[in-house]
Structures are given as C-alpha cells and as structure tokens.
C-alpha cells in the first residue's frame, strides 16, 4: 500500500513535468522544423529564426531597451525607498508597502486604463516608449524594493552603520561605502526580476503600446495570432533564449542569500548562547 | 521607540520622496481618475452591470474558473511539492528544475504552450487521431484556459509547498508516528495544518492571478467570456470606456479582497503557532 502510494506520487509528479516541459520542447522543436505538419523528418532549418529576426528584431530590441531604462528607474527610486522603509517601521511605512504592492495585487488591464485615461491625451508621451516603461516601473518597483528592504533587515545594517558612524563617517560615505556594499546580492536579486518581468510583460503593455511601439511579447502575441506555428515557434525560441538564463542567473543568486541569511542567523544564535 | 542615529526621519523621508512621487503620478492620480470616470453619470456604468446577463455571466464564469484552477493546482502541487522535498532520489534536481522552469513564461507565452498541447497542430490532436481517428482539439476554449492557468499556477505553487514543507520540524511528525498514526493522519493532522498558511497564500495569488490574465486568453481566443478579455473588447472594439473602466475597478476590487482576507486570514492562523 505505502508503496503504491509512493509511485502514485511519483507518476502524477512525472505527469506534471511532462504537461509543462513537453510543448517548450515542441515549440523549440517546430521553430527549426521545415515543415512541423509533416513533422521533423521534413527537415531542420533556421530559416523560421532568420524570417522572425527580419519581422520583430526591432520589437526585441525595443523590449531590451524598455527592460534597462525600467531598471535605471526601479534601481534609482526602489534602492533609496526600500532602505528608508527597511528602518521606518511605524504604521505608515507599512500602510505604504501595502499602498504598494497594489499595482502587482489588481490586474494589469486595471491600471493600463488608468494610465490611458490619464495620460492618453498627451499624444508625445503616449506614442513614446516611455509610456510602457512607466507601466513597467509601477509594475515592477515592488519587486525591488521588497526585495532591498529584505536585505536590509536581514544584514542588521544599524549596528554596521552605528560603528561607521562612530568613526566619523557621514551619512554618503555610509550609504556608499557600507550600506551599498552590504546590500548588493539583494540589489542584483531585484534587478534580474525587474528585466525578467519587464521582457516579458504583455497584460499592461498591450494596452499601452502603439504600431511603431512594439514589444517582444506584443510581437509574439502577433505572429502567434497571424503566422504560420512555425514562425510563433522561432519566436518563441528566440524569447526562450532570452529569458531562461536570467532565470539561472536569478534562482542561483537568491539561494546564495539565502544560505548566507541562514548562517547569520545560527551565527545570532550562537552569539546568544555564548 | 528609540531613535534611529544614524538615518534620521527627514533622511528617511528624502530617500522614500521618488517612490511616492512615481507611485502618485502614475498609479495612485491615474487610478483615481478612472474612477471617476466609471461613477460617471451617477453610477449608471455599475447599475449597467448589474443588469446586464452578459457581465455577470463572465464575472461567474471568470470566478469559477479560477477557483477549479486554484483547487486544482494546490492539490497537484501538495503531491509533487510533498514527494520531492521529502525524498532524495538522482534526479531530483532535474525534475525541480523542469517543474519552475516556466516561471518566466508570460501569459502569451502559455497561450502558445497549451496550443502546442491541444491546438490544430498539438499533441492530443496527433494522439486522439492515432488512436480514435478523430483529432481533438480544445485548446481554444475554457478547457485550454484552464490548462493554461494551470501551466502558468503549478511553478509557483510547488515552489512554495517545497519551501514551506522544507521549513516543517519534521520531528513533529515522527513523533506523531510514534503515538501510532497512520500516514495519512499525519498528513491531515500534521502536515496540512502546518503547510496551511503557506497555502492560503499561494492559493489567494493563484485565484488572483488567474482572474485577472489576460496574456492567455487573448492567445487562444478573443471570443472565451473571461473578465479580462470583456474588458478588453468593451475598451477597443465597442470603445465603451465607461463600462471597461467599472468592470476592471470591479474585477480589481475582487482581486484585492481576495488576497488582503488571506492575509488576514494568514497573519492569524500564524499568531498562535508562533
């Protein structure tokens, strides 16, 4: 009995990996394929890939550019904003990282209306990139502050300062030389999740974009709607490439963290016991 | 409260200043905004709703599909997130890394992944022909919204049921062992309990999520009655922005309550084990 549960475990757990891994490697498959009717005897190509870089080339590197100019935002406004909510722990610093998460809490469909009523008159900014990037900064800044005021209370970072202070450093020099420094794996963390849902973010950007403001995920949205399986699948390839190694690069520098949080944290216990 | 020496409160409140101006500009002013726009005309735009069949209709429709996806995925992810924290066994990176690769896949992205399973050209189709000699295809349709739902839901769930069996005492349920319970009686009484906040959480984030998608639906069809997608149509197609903009505060308002009572809900099942 106890063993027949054990492979009814394992074989629902297989299933599952099968329903998720088995269409990306179709979809791989179909962007190099022929003809992918006639399956992939009808031979490999990388004609699909070449015909997708000629038709959305500029909505990727659109999206790129998108990516970093959210991150130059998120990385100017959340850092500062997630250190300062990382020591105000009244009620009104709570009341803010709530008021905060929201746009992350309701649809993206929600607030892309809210930004058109607003904005949708001022025709230079609505026809400009810059209208996505700031549904991507209010989309995205959750994420990085959270992820800074995370660091920042696991790194105890009021007795570093206490000492740098007592040494006659100012408030800069403090910031740059010992609270920067030590923070720096939470920045990294929060950077590669801010490019990672920038690149892909399609439910506001939708909404937001214009003809000549196109994006990877509007451009996939569009071959997947008006070109053959094998043109959406080269694209898809094409994005697969893109995305899956922040996704390592993101998975390897939070467990890291991680560890280094844990150990901290048996070092204070040790230090009590002591 | 003891002062803080070295981040005074006018600091604190410099380094928070761009978050909130970004925050008000482009969230906070805009959402009010379309707010007023939807009260527009005493309210006639949710009076409207309520009469309506059609909107109701997709906001039943919209709510029980993402409660069948969230019931769905929990307890999949419960199976495969229990079986691969607790067992070591080759192989077992491998089947995490399969199972959270499709984290960084947008909706559109699993709209593609589910026309791959059950679309025109996909798996089932070839499978059902082989065998029956018919091709079935439901990829366009509630069903293939549900598997998309579950596609993009399943990463993040077992993500958090691993983390939070791996922070589980386990001499609790060896010591439930020892008094004679059976294995499944730990897992009622032990396991389940203790996982329980961890679940509610991830589950009010799977619901939330999947009624406000949009990325998906659009991918399969434009005709699937979801909320995301009436809205949708309602702003481009019928240029109703009266109506697209009650019905988004509508289904945010679900979203928020959703996720704030499992908070709630969260923060006091936690209190006492604390």
């Known amino acids: 009995m106890k063993k027949f549960l054990t492979a009814l475990q394992l074989v629902i757990t297989l299933l599952m990996v099968l329903f998720l891994v088995v269409p990306v490697l179709m979809s791989m498959l179909a962007g190099v394929t022929d003809n992918y009717a006639h399956g992939w005897r009808s031979g490999l190509t990388l004609r699909w890939v070449q015909q ?175 070109m053959r399986l094998e043109i959406g699948s080269a694209y898809t390839l094409i994005f697969f490439v893109m995305i899956v190694p922040l996704l390592t690069v993101l998975q390897s520098v939070s467990k890291p963290t991680g560890q280094q949080r844990g150990q901290r944290t048996n070092r204070m216990k040790q230090d009590q016991t002591a | 409260m003891q002062t803080d020496l070295t981040f005074s409160r006018p600091m604190r409140l410099l380094f928070l200043l761009p978050l909130l101006v970004v925050f008000a500009a482009f969230w906070l002013l805009p959402m009010g905004a379309l707010l007023r726009i939807s009260t527009g005309e005493h309210g006639g735009a949710y009076l409207a709703l309520l009469h309506s069949p059609r909107y109701l209709q997709s906001l039943i429709s919209t709510v029980l599909l993402s409660l069948a996806v969230t019931a769905v995925t929990i307890v999949l992810s419960l199976v495969a997130g229990l079986f691969l924290s607790r067992r070591a066994f080759p192989g077992r990176q491998l089947l995490i890394a399969a199972l959270t690769l499709p984290l960084a896949f947008p909706g559109v992205v699993v709209g593609f992944m589910v026309i791959m399973l059950a679309g025109r050209q996909g798996v089932f189709s070839d499978l059902t022909q082989a065998i029956t000699g018919t091709r079935s295809v439901f990829a366009y349709s509630m069903t293939g919204l549900f598997l998309g739902y579950l596609y993009f839901s399943i990463p993040r769930v077992v993500l958090t049921v691993m983390a939070a069996a791996e922070k589980l005492d386990a001499s609790l349920e060896e010591a439930a062992r020892s008094l004679g319970a059976r294995d499944w009686e730990v897992l009622r009484d032990v396991t389940l309990p203790a996982l329980a906040p961890a679940l509610l959480a991830t589950g009010a984030m799977c619901f939330a999520t999947s009624m406000g998608a949009f990325g998906t639906a659009f991918t399969l069809a434009t005709d699937i009655d979801v909320l995301p997608m009436v809205i949708y149509t309602e702003f481009t197609l019928n240029a109703n922005m009266l109506t697209a903009a009650a019905l988004s505060l509508v289904l945010g308002a679900v979203t928020w309550t959703v996720l704030s009572l499992a908070h709630t809900a969260g923060a006091q099942s936690a209190a006492p084990s604390a």
Request: aromatic share 10%; hydrophobic share 55%.
């Open chain 1, 52 to 226: 997708v870089w000629e038709l959305y080339h500029g909505a990727i590197g659109l999206s790129i550019l998108i990516a970093l100019a959210t991150l130059a935002i998120t990385l100017v406004v959340g850092v500062p904003a997630g250190y300062a909510l990382s020591r105000s722990r009244n009620r009104l610093a709570r009341w803010l990282e709530g008021l905060m998460v929201l746009p992350v809490a309701i649809p993206g469909l929600a607030s892309a209306l809210a930004l058109l009523v607003m904005y949708g008159s001022l025709t230079a900014f609505r026809t400009s990139a810059w209208f996505i990037v700031v549904g991507h900064v209010i989309f995205t800044l959750p994420f990085m502050v959270r992820s800074v005021t995370a660091i920042c209370l696991g790194c105890d970072l009021k007795t570093l300062e206490e000492g740098a202070a007592s040494l006659g450093a100012t408030f800069w020099q403090r910031f740059t030389t010992v609270v920067l420094p030590n923070i720096r794996p939470g920045i990294l963390a929060g950077a590669l999740t801010v490019v990672t849902l920038s690149i892909g973010e399609f439910n506001l950007t939708w909404m937001l974009h214009t003809p000549t403001t196109q994006t990877l995920p509007v451009g996939l949205a569009d071959a997947y709607a008006s």
